[in-house]
C-alpha cells in the first residue's frame, strides 16, 4: 500500500471601550514574541513556539483549552487538535483565573485601559474586568497581569478562526480532572466546555451516533495507543481498537479527506457502487486512494467499519499520526516523535 506523499508542517487580559473597531493597519509586533512554528508534539514546544495545523480538522466547532501548570494552550476543532501554543499567564498576584468563558470581544489592534495602553495586539475577551487571550511577551514563565499572552503569529491565526461565543477553558488540578488540565490530541472538554468521555464496552468497542446526528465527520487513528476515533460536530460518537498487520509498519502522519464521486471511479463488483476514494491534504500533486488501500496496514473490527461507513461522506476527514490521542493512555514518547510531519512508510 502506497501511504502516501509527505505532509509537511502543516499538527493568546484588561479593560476596553465597548465597541469594536476594525483596525486599518496591522496591529504592533515589536512588543510580542513573534513565535516559531514548529512540528513537534506540544508537550516539546519551547517558550514562544507553537504549532499550527487547520487542515488536520478543516470543519466543525472549536473549543480552545488553556493549561496552566502546562503555560500551553489547546486549540481543537472537531475534536481533534488543530493548533498548540506556548503562553504566559498571570504572575503571582495576578493569577489568570480559572474556569469555563467564551469569547466575548474581538479587536485586532487593541490597547489596555489598564496598563498604560498597553498593544494588545488580536485581543479575544474573556471576561468585561479586564481578562483576555493575546498576542506578547513570552519569557518562558507566567509573566502577566491576568491575561493569556501567545506568539503574535500563532495570536493572529487563531484570531482568524475564532468567532465570539467561542469557548476557551482554563484549567488547573484543583478545578479539573487531569485530563483536561494535561490533554492531548483529542478534545478533553465539548464545544461547550462539558467533559467529553465517551463509555467504552467490554470489548473496547463503542459506538453511539445518537450523540451527534448531523455535522462533519473527523475520523483519527493513534498508533500508540492503537485506537480509531470518530467525532460528528466535536462529539465523539465511536471509538475502536485496531492492530497494524505488520507489527513492523513505520507510523507517520497523514490527513486525508473523502472525495465525492466523481462518476469515473471502478466499481465494486459485489455492490456495484463507486469505490470511495480519498485525497491526502498536502498542497501538493494530488494523490488519491482507495478505502480498501487506505485500510490494508490495519485490523479494525468489521462490525465496527459497517457501523462508520454509515457516517462517512464526502468532506469527511481521516488523520493517521503516531502519538497516542490522550496523556493518560501515552508510553514512552522519543524525540523522535514529531505530530505534524509525516515521510514515507519505513520498514525495519
Excluded at 236 to 245: D, M, N, Y
Aim: proline share 8%; glycine share 8%; charged share 15%.
Amino acid at each position: 500500500m502506497k501511504i502516501l506523499s509527505v505532509l509537511v508542517g502543516a499538527f493568546a487580559l484588561l479593560q476596553a471601550l465597548p465597541g469594536i473597531s476594525t483596525a486599518k493597519n496591522a496591529p504592533p509586533n515589536h512588543t510580542s514574541t513573534l513565535g516559531t512554528a514548529r512540528t513537534v508534539v506540544p508537550g516539546k514546544l519551547k517558550p514562544g513556539e507553537y504549532l499550527w495545523v487547520p487542515e488536520a480538522s478543516p470543519r466543525g466547532p472549536i473549543v480552545m483549552v488553556v493549561s496552566l501548570p502546562e503555560q500551553l494552550a489547546y486549540v481543537y476543532r472537531n475534536g481533534v487538535i488543530i493548533g498548540a501554543s506556548t503562553v504566559s499567564s498571570g504572575k503571582k498576584g495576578h493569577r489568570t483565573p480559572t474556569g469555563v468563558f467564551t469569547i466575548l470581544q474581538k479587536h485586532e489592534d487593541h490597547y489596555s485601559n489598564l496598563y498604560n495602553a498597553a498593544p494588545m495586539p488580536y485581543m479575544q475577551r474573556l471576561t468585561w474586568s479586564g481578562i483576555a487571550i493575546h498576542a506578547g511577551r513570552l519569557p518562558g514563565y507566567p509573566a502577566s497581569h491576568g491575561c493569556v499572552r501567545m506568539p503574535y503569529e500563532f495570536a493572529r491565526k487563531l484570531f482568524a478562526e475564532t468567532k465570539t461565543g467561542l469557548t476557551v477553558v482554563v484549567a488547573d488540578e484543583t478545578l479539573f480532572p487531569d485530563d483536561v488540565v494535561h490533554p492531548g490530541l483529542v478534545a478533553p472538554v465539548t464545544a461547550s466546555g462539558t467533559p467529553s468521555n465517551g463509555a467504552t464496552s467490554g470489548t473496547g468497542i463503542m459506538w453511539q451516533s445518537e450523540a451527534a446526528l448531523e455535522g462533519p465527520v473527523t475520523i483519527l487513528l493513534t498508533n500508540e495507543d492503537q485506537l480509531v476515533r470518530v467525532f460528528r460536530n466535536g462529539l465523539e460518537i465511536g471509538h475502536a481498537p485496531f492492530t497494524l498487520l505488520d507489527p513492523h509498519y513505520k507510523i507517520s502522519l497523514h490527513v486525508l479527506t473523502r472525495l465525492a464521486p466523481a462518476g469515473t471511479e471502478p466499481t465494486d463488483p459485489v455492490t456495484g457502487q463507486f469505490v470511495p476514494r480519498w485525497l491526502e491534504v498536502s498542497g501538493k500533486e494530488e494523490n488519491t486512494t482507495s478505502t480498501a488501500e487506505l485500510l490494508a496496514v490495519f485490523k479494525i473490527s468489521p462490525e465496527f467499519l459497517t457501523q462508520l461507513a454509515t457516517v462517512v461522506e464526502a468532506g469527511t476527514t481521516l488523520v493517521i499520526t503516531q502519538p497516542a490521542a490522550r496523556r493518560s493512555a501515552r508510553t514512552t514518547m522519543t524525540s523522535g516523535v514529531v505530530a505534524i510531519a509525516a515521510d514515507s512508510p519505513v520498514r525495519h
